[in-house]
């Protein structure tokens, strides 16, 4: 059993739908991070959040430690937006636990 | 905002060779960094974490003496695959931590390729 699961595995939406993907997470994180892998392979650390929740323009990153889940929404979604979205957890001891990812393909 | 500079993008060499990969934080002093492997198609799976000035801590599996870590200082760490054989072609990233509590940065990612 992976100590990150994402859901779903595979996404396609038309474009401006309202996009969420999921994590669930089985260990203590002292952070969850959202990662976004583009076509080409490169990374860029969307969120890291430890509570509550966190917007940045269309993207919105929320948590709930009790539940040990976290959720990524893409509001008025685009087809640039198309990539691989992996949520990764840390803890105190600087180990991470990745998701497997989701795969995003927004259609116009 | 701060960038983490990764050298070369891609690279391809013969088998029994060395090759080695540079990851920079240009902007800002990165007291940890960590490396991680990317298999086609799957998540990230880091190999290890190191800090300045002192050796990697490597992850269960990851061969340390082929795979080099050094992190000369609070700006370079370096990844030297050494003999590479075909299995090590893979995709190759680095990450970053600030001084701050939220501060992780990536890198964009080495191909390497092995013939």
């Known amino acids: 059993k992976n100590e990150v699961e994402q859901s779903p595995q595979n996404l396609t939406a038309q474009e401006g739908e309202f996009i969420t993907i999921n994590c669930s997470y089985s260990?203590?994180?002292?952070?969850l991070h959202w990662l976004q892998q583009h076509p080409g392979g490169g990374i860029v650390s969307l969120f890291m959040?430890?509570?509550g929740k966190k917007k940045h323009g269309r993207l919105i990153a929320t948590i709930n430690i009790q539940e040990k889940h976290s959720s990524l929404h893409i509001t008025a979604s685009h087809p640039r937006d198309s990539a691989v979205y992996i949520c990764?957890?840390?803890?105190?001891?600087?180990?991470?636990?990745f998701g497997t990812g989701t795969s995003l393909t927004v259609i116009p | 905002g701060a960038v983490v500079s990764q050298h070369p993008s891609w690279v391809i060499c013969k088998s029994g060779t060395s090759v080695k990969i540079e990851c920079r934080s240009l902007?800002?002093?990165?007291?940890?960094m960590f490396w991680y492997r990317q298999f086609p198609k799957q998540s990230l799976m880091l190999m290890a974490t190191?800090?300045?000035?002192?050796?990697?801590?490597?992850e269960q599996g990851v061969e340390k003496d082929k795979f080099l870590i050094n992190h000369a200082s609070l700006t370079l760490s370096t990844l030297t695959v050494t003999s590479a054989h075909p299995e090590d072609s893979s995709f190759y990233i680095c990450?970053?931590?600030?001084?701050?509590?939220?501060?992780?940065?990536f890198g964009n990612g080495t191909r390497l390729t092995v013939t």
């Open positions: 990450s970053a931590r600030g001084r701050g509590p939220f501060s992780l940065h």
């Open positions: 260990v203590g994180i002292s952070a």
């Open positions: 959040l430890s509570s």
């Open positions: 990764a957890a840390t803890n105190t001891g600087n180990q991470f636990y």
């Open positions: 902007d800002f002093q990165a007291t940890t």
């Open positions: 190191s800090n300045e000035g002192s050796k990697a801590t490597y």
